[in-house]
Structures are given as C-alpha cells and as structure tokens.
C-alpha cells in the first residue's frame, strides 16, 4: 500500500487547513484510515482514525477543531483542521491499517505562526 498525502504548508493561527492521504495498491475493506502527527522533539501521536464502516475516535487535543472524513471510492481520507493553534505545528503523517498491517506516508508540515 502507498499513501500520498497533500495540502500542508503555513497557516496563520485561527486558520484553516485541510490535508488530503489517498491509499493505492491492494486494498481491503475493513481498513482503518487515519492521522498521526508529530511535533518538534516529540514522540509520533495519533490525531483521529475512520473505520471504512465510518467509526470515528479523535484524540483529546482535537477538541472539536479537526475532523476526519474519507472516500471510500477514492481510497482517501481527509483531515480538517480550523482554529489552528501554533501548537498544532507538526509533520502530519497519514496512517492506514487493514489486517494487522500498518502502512504511513512521508508526512506533510503544517506550520502555524504568523
């Protein structure tokens, strides 16, 4: 499995992003798509995961501000970011699962500072 993922850059504190990962190769229902992220000098840690059935968990950081959605078509998962905290700058990491394997992009930065 190969994931691609897009739409990192610098956003202004309050702002928006939104970062897309879409999975190519063999793939199995029942995945799990998802994000993690890690920041300067920190260990990797999860931000939120879509069952393909449509199951949700975000971390607790998230408070309402981020929300993952995916197409199951397209193999994609989204991650929308809003009211973005310079705290929020980090390597965001696509992550995919599906029968025991897990499988991470390169990673896009988003930068929060103005």
């Known amino acids: 499995v190969q994931l691609q993922a897009s739409g990192g850059g610098l956003v202004q504190p309050g702002g928006s992003l939104r970062l897309s990962c879409a999975a190519s190769?063999?793939?199995?229902?029942?995945?799990?798509m998802g994000w993690d992220r890690q920041l300067i000098g920190h260990q990797r840690e999860r931000v939120g995961y879509?069952?393909?059935?449509?199951?949700?968990n975000y971390a607790d950081f998230v408070k309402g501000r981020f929300t993952i959605s995916r197409d199951n078509a397209r193999n994609t998962v989204y991650l929308q970011m809003s009211n973005l905290k310079p705290e929020d700058t980090a390597v965001y990491y696509c992550?995919?699962?599906?029968?025991?394997?897990?499988?991470w992009g390169r990673g896009t930065l988003v930068t929060v500072s103005s």
């Open positions: 992550h995919f699962m599906q029968r025991g394997m897990d499988y």
């Open positions: 190769g063999i793939i199995f229902s029942g995945n799990i």
């Open positions: 879509m069952t393909s059935n449509g199951a949700i």
